[in-house]
């Protein structure tokens, strides 16, 4: 069935350096690629979102690549932040109606 | 101040009893949907809903139940046939439509369900 595979589990970085976190997904027919940003007992806020349509998309620190042929996507943060830490999770989707999450990436930038 | 609410944020409960949740927006947001997420895992989806009186089974539906009377509310129960109910429950709602930028979904605070 449809999956979507995130590394790595957890990440350390030092406030400055860039983070990467990718994705892999199994559904070639997928079309839709958001990411969201969980901070501690909230709910995920979307921070940037890619279509098939387009290879990379970028928002100030935050980049999202596809690479369709791979089925992959990646997100990238610039200049980390100790603000940036939290949980970042990955989703396809080929149907509107629904995502398929990846499991999560635990990101603590160290000051 | 526009939005998804869900009450409670925590809520204890003793096994064997049944608990609702509470979801709320005011985005007028055709979709909505339940998810559940467990420590170090993804969101996994209950229970969807794409319009009023009408809902689907996600992928761990089973000891679950929902109901849609109205545009703005999606209330999901917990049942004591749920073996394993403790966990933080997310609920999410869509923009209507059928374009692309209807696709995303937007996230709830949660409700954080303790089966004592």
């Known amino acids: 069935g449809e999956n979507v595979e995130q590394h790595p589990s957890t990440l350390s970085v030092q406030e400055g350096d860039s983070a990467v976190i990718k994705c892999t997904y199994s559904?070639?027919?997928?079309?839709?690629f958001p990411w969201y940003k969980q901070e501690l007992g909230k709910g995920p806020q979307l921070i940037i979102d890619i279509r098939s349509n387009v290879g990379e998309k970028k928002d100030q620190r935050i980049a999202v690549t596809l690479n369709k042929t791979a089925k992959h996507f990646s997100l990238h943060i610039t200049e980390t932040q100790p603000e940036d830490s939290a949980v970042y999770f990955c989703?396809?989707?080929?149907?509107?109606?629904?995502?398929?999450f990846g499991s999560g990436t635990r990101l603590l930038v160290r000051p | 101040d526009g939005g998804i609410t869900q009450s409670p944020k925590y809520l204890f409960r003793k096994e064997g009893q049944n608990v609702t949740l509470s979801c709320e927006q005011n985005?007028?947001?055709?979709?909505m949907y339940w998810y559940r997420q467990d420590p170090g895992q993804g969101l996994r989806l209950i229970y969807y809903?794409?319009?009023?009186?009408?809902?689907q089974k996600g992928d761990i539906a089973e000891g679950y139940s929902v109901s849609r009377e109205k545009k703005e509310s999606f209330p999901l129960t917990v049942t004591s046939a749920q073996k394993n109910p403790t966990a933080f429950y997310l609920c999410?709602?869509?923009?209507?439509?059928?374009?692309?930028?209807?696709?995303?979904?937007?996230f709830g605070p949660g409700t954080r369900l303790t089966v004592l």
């Open positions: 999410a709602s869509r923009p209507p439509g059928l374009r692309s930028s209807t696709d995303t979904q937007y």
């Open positions: 809903s794409q319009i009023v009186n009408d809902f």
């Open positions: 559904d070639s027919a997928s079309n839709y």
């Open positions: 985005l007028n947001h055709d979709a």
């Open positions: 989703a396809a989707s080929r149907l509107s109606y629904k995502l398929i």
